[in-house]
């Protein structure tokens, strides 16, 4: 029983991934570089991970200053 719902919850992870994958690819704009990330070392995930806080973080600061914290706005580089 432990496998089948194992193995229902690895094809429902898949098939979402598939379904993310093809967001990325169709959104202008969008990193198509991001679109395997699960494939990526802990190392390399923690990097990106920590660009994204970033760009959230300035997000958060717009807000507080009265500004929209839409757009597509360029991803931080690496410090």
């Known amino acids: 029983m432990v496998f089948l719902i194992q193995n229902t919850q690895n094809r429902d992870t ?13 959104t202008k704009g969008a ?3 991001l679109m ?3 494939e ?3 190392r390399q995930l923690e990097r990106i991970r920590a ?3 970033k760009l ?4 958060r600061a717009e807000l507080v200053k009265g500004n929209v914290d839409t ?5 931080p580089d690496e410090h």
């Not at 898949?14 to 093809?22: R, S, T, V």
């Not at 959230?56 to 997000?59: S, T």
């Not at 757009?71 to 991803?75: E, F, N, T, Y």
């Open 56 to 59: 959230a973080m300035l997000a």
């Open 31 to 33: 990193h198509n570089a």
């Open 14 to 26: 898949e098939a979402l991934q598939i379904k993310l994958d093809e967001l990325i690819r169709v």
């Open 40 to 42: 990526l070392e802990d």
């Open 51 to 53: 660009k994204y806080q």
């Open 71 to 75: 757009g597509r706005p360029k991803v």
């Open 36 to 38: 395997d990330l699960e």
